[in-house]
């Protein structure tokens, strides 16, 4: 069974940086594309970020260009999602993602599997 487990999230104050950690069990994750969504109360799901496993192109969201990075790392088989200068707009529900490579970076990419998400809360 393919597992996601996220882990970081937390409350912090405007300004302020977190890292989002995405760990990754029971998955060839050999030829996919590993991403980022968030959702904050009220709206819908949005994409953050995604890395494509060959290359290691990333795309990232306008709003958060600047400020999100996302990377991988092989030996650990995770994915991070460094995230620096919070506002309050960045409050939401974080969730990893995997799935297959088409449209990964730059396409429109509907990942197969999700994690259970983290929250993250931006306080003023």
């Known amino acids: 069974q393919v597992e996601l487990a996220e882990s970081g999230g937390g409350s912090v104050q405007a300004g302020e940086s977190l890292r989002l950690l995405c760990t990754v069990s029971?998955?060839?994750?050999?030829?996919?594309?590993m991403g980022w969504f968030r959702q904050a109360a009220g709206k819908e799901r949005e994409q953050v970020a995604t890395?494509?496993?060959?290359?290691?192109?990333?795309s990232i969201r306008d709003s958060v260009k600047g400020r999100f990075i996302i990377a991988q790392d092989d030996g650990k088989k995770t994915v991070t999602l460094h995230m620096a200068s919070l506002n309050s707009d960045d409050t939401a529900m974080y969730y990893c993602?995997?799935?297959?490579?088409?449209?990964?970076?730059?396409?429109?990419?509907?990942?197969?599997?999700w994690g259970q998400g983290t929250q993250v809360t931006v306080y003023l």
């Open positions: 029971n998955y060839d994750w050999t030829s996919s594309c």
């Open positions: 993602a995997a799935g297959g490579l088409r449209g990964c970076v730059g396409g429109s990419w509907v990942p197969t599997y």
């Open positions: 890395i494509h496993r060959y290359g290691g192109a990333t």
